[in-house]
T-cell receptor
Framework: GEDVEQSLFLSVREGDSSVINCTYT??????LYWYKQEPGAGLQLLTY?????DMKQDQRLTVLLNKKDKHLSLRIADTQTGDSAIYFC??????????????FGKGTKLSVKP | DAGITQSPRHKVTETGTPVTLRCHQT?????MYWYRQDPGHGLRLIHY???????DKGEVSDGYSVSRSKTEDFLLTLESATSSQTSVYFC???????????FGPGTRLTVT
């Protein structure tokens, strides 16, 4: 099937904003998600956006959704070294049966330099 | 990790041996999932369950089987492990099929 696309790497300086981009495939996806994975750990849900929204803000995180272009972005304001991690976007997609499942991008590794 | 545990956390086994990984949840969520994570492939769905004794295949189900006899436990079995199954395996749960998923800490499996 078609892939959820993300750039693999992003490097920023501490205090700058980070923008992680994602292109998804299923225009009928109801929710789109951002997850964070720190080394040696599982995925942690960061935030999500419902498909009828254009933007969602949650403290330092801003999610933008462009349904026409199937483009999702995550902006992290005032990026800190603790934000260094891999970030995954995910879309909901019907996979077999009638159950929706999450399809993940390959992840963007964010490196924050002091 | 939202009341999700995985066991074992690390395992080394030999090619051809059977292996069972366990996922246990205390959230009473209906849906449970098994993923594998490999460099260059991201997360890929192996199998999922939408209720006790109700399971279905995911993207990469060949060589794997699952069972769910209780709401809280979801087992992943490699009947005869191969080196291509060396990976990190994650369990996840969700309340409904389209809801956000919560992940366990992972099991690192090495097949020699």
């Amino acid at each position: 099937g078609e892939d959820v696309e993300q750039s693999l790497f992003l490097s920023v300086r501490e205090g700058d904003s980070s923008v992680i981009n994602c292109t998804y495939t299923d225009s009928s996806s109801t929710y789109l998600y951002w997850y964070k994975q720190e080394p040696g750990a599982g995925l942690q849900l960061l935030t999500y956006i419902f498909s009828n929204m254009d933007m969602k803000q949650d403290q330092r995180l801003t999610v933008l959704l462009n349904k026409k272009d199937k483009h999702l972005s995550l902006r992290i304001a005032d990026t800190q070294t603790g934000d260094s991690a891999i970030y995954f976007c995910a879309e909901t997609r019907n996979y077999g049966g009638s159950q929706g499942n999450l399809i993940f991008g390959k992840g963007t590794k964010l490196s924050v330099k002091p | 990790d939202a009341g999700i545990t995985q066991s074992p956390r690390h395992k080394v086994t030999e090619t051809g041996t059977p292996v069972t990984l366990r996922c246990h949840q205390t959230e009473n969520h209906r849906y449970m999932y098994w993923y594998r994570q490999d460099p260059g492939h991201g997360l890929r769905l192996i199998h999922y369950s939408y209720g006790v004794k109700d399971t279905d295949k995911g993207e990469v189900s060949d060589g794997y089987s699952v069972s769910r006899s209780k709401t809280e436990d979801f087992l992943l079995t490699l009947e005869s492990a191969t080196s291509s199954q060396t990976s990190v395996y994650f369990c996840a749960i969700s309340y409904q099929g389209y809801d956000e998923q919560y992940f366990g800490p992972g099991t690192r499996l090495t097949v020699t």
